[in-house]
């Protein structure tokens, strides 16, 4: 029997001092009765229409449509836009969420495949792993876009950084050989693992996918466990999946960047990652928020400039002056060329993806540069 649920939109945020600025760039929810002890809730615009009520998890069917017509998509978007309008949420027999877009389509695509991702509806601020975020959906939508035009990422070791609920990673998982799904926190790291398990039967069974801890407050590399894979406790790591994971060719993060403290560690973090081992693109995917700030007076976006505080743009991605370096070098993707795949989700205008390489000077010759 599927349960109609009303949906009740989140309240807005306030206007943020500093302190409050991280709270700021998530959505802040109304946190009930209020009672102090309560930890401040956020959730994600992914699942508005959800009722913050509900106390998850819950696992939400995310359809994939491989076909790459754009003309379809769009006819699609608008019968979307009339389920989203009045967005009713559902439960389907299994107790499953049934996202709004989902309306349109309750069965896998002929041309694609349909996603299970246990997820909260709503979280706080230390748990904001357990909600997907647009910025994995639209990286995930870049991915898919990979996979289908081109042979990037055919076999090779990828890692996620944030990975939250590990959509980006377990999308790849379909292709690559390897792929680390990085978070930190037990409860987020086990809600990841939980959906490694229950889309086992979508994966490319060669794949090797695990899901381990990696907190960038403790940098790179992580300290291993003296026992080996099988047998190697929790989300820890052994010595040769380090050396694999500093291997990898491809990082990517959606959304991890929303307080300054956190993109600091975050870019240590990856110098290090990315000047060990082979050379690697970052592909990162965010969301630009804005808060009117008092001292500015005005309607500022500064977690998105203290990001941009750390790259060169370069469209041609070179190493354009040795000797300044090590340096990060970014270029922005136009999404706009990218169709959308994930149906669940409006995809809005705010959502940046960036590719990121390091250029460092060459350990062995000295004077001539290369990008890890
Ligand atoms: C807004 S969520 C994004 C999750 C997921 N990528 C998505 O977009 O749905 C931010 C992610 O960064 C992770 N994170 C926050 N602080 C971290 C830290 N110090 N080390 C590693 N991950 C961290 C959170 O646990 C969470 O998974």
Same mark, same amino acid.
């Given at each position: ?168 990673? %377990? @999308?790849? +998982? ?6 680390? #799904? $990085? !978070?930190?926190?037990?409860? *987020? &790291? /086990? ?59 491809? %990082? @990517?993060? +959606? ?6 403290? #956190? $993109? !600091?560690?975050?870019?240590? *973090? &990856? /110098? ?79 959502? /940046? ?20």
């Amino acid at each position: 029997m599927r349960s109609g649920i009303e949906s009740s939109a989140p309240s807005s945020p306030p206007p943020s001092s500093s302190e409050e600025e991280t709270l700021d760039m998530l959505r802040k929810l109304d946190g009930g009765d209020g009672g102090e002890e309560e930890e401040e809730q956020v959730m994600s615009e992914v699942h508005l229409g959800c009722p913050p009520g509900l106390s998850g998890p819950y696992i939400s069917h995310f359809t994939i449509y491989l076909s790459h017509d754009i003309a379809h998509n769009r006819q699609s978007h608008e019968l979307d836009d009339e389920a989203m309008a009045s967005p009713i949420m559902e439960l389907d027999e299994d107790g499953d969420l049934v996202l709004p877009r989902r309306a349109i389509s309750s069965e896998a695509p002929s041309d694609g495949y349909s996603f299970r991702i246990q997820h909260n509806i709503t979280s706080s601020i230390p748990n904001v792993g357990l909600q997907v975020w647009r910025a994995e959906l639209v990286l995930s939508d870049f991915v898919l876009h990979k996979i289908v035009s081109s042979s990037e990422f055919h076999g090779a070791i990828a890692l996620e950084l944030g990975a939250g609920t590990g959509m980006v990673g %377990l @999308l790849l +998982a379909r292709c690559v050989d390897a792929v680390f #799904l $990085t !978070d930190h926190g037990n409860e *987020t &790291l /086990e809600n990841c693992a939980k959906n490694v398990q229950l889309n086992a039967g979508l994966l490319n069974c060669k794949a090797a996918i695990s899901v381990h801890e990696l907190d960038w407050f403790n940098g790179w590399p992580p300290e291993a466990s003296t026992a080996e894979a099988p047998f190697s406790q929790g989300f820890s790591w052994t010595f040769r999946e380090i050396e694999q994971a500093e291997n990898a060719s491809f %990082l @990517l993060a +959606a959304d991890v960047i929303y307080s300054d403290d #956190l $993109t !600091d560690a975050f870019f240590s *973090t &990856l /110098e290090k990652l990315m000047s060990r081992g082979s050379r690697k693109v970052l592909y990162m995917a965010l969301e630009k928020r804005y808060n009117f700030s008092l001292s500015d007076l005005d309607v500022v976006a500064n977690g998105y400039s203290h990001f941009r505080s750390y790259l060169k743009v370069d469209n041609e991605m070179e190493c354009p002056d040795s000797e300044s370096m090590p340096f990060f070098v970014g270029k922005q993707i136009d999404i706009a060329q990218i169709p959308q795949y994930v149906r669940e989700y409006e995809r809005g205008h705010d959502v /940046e993806i960036w590719e990121i390489k390091y250029c460092t000077p060459r350990q062995s010759s000295g004077s001539e540069a290369f990008m890890t």
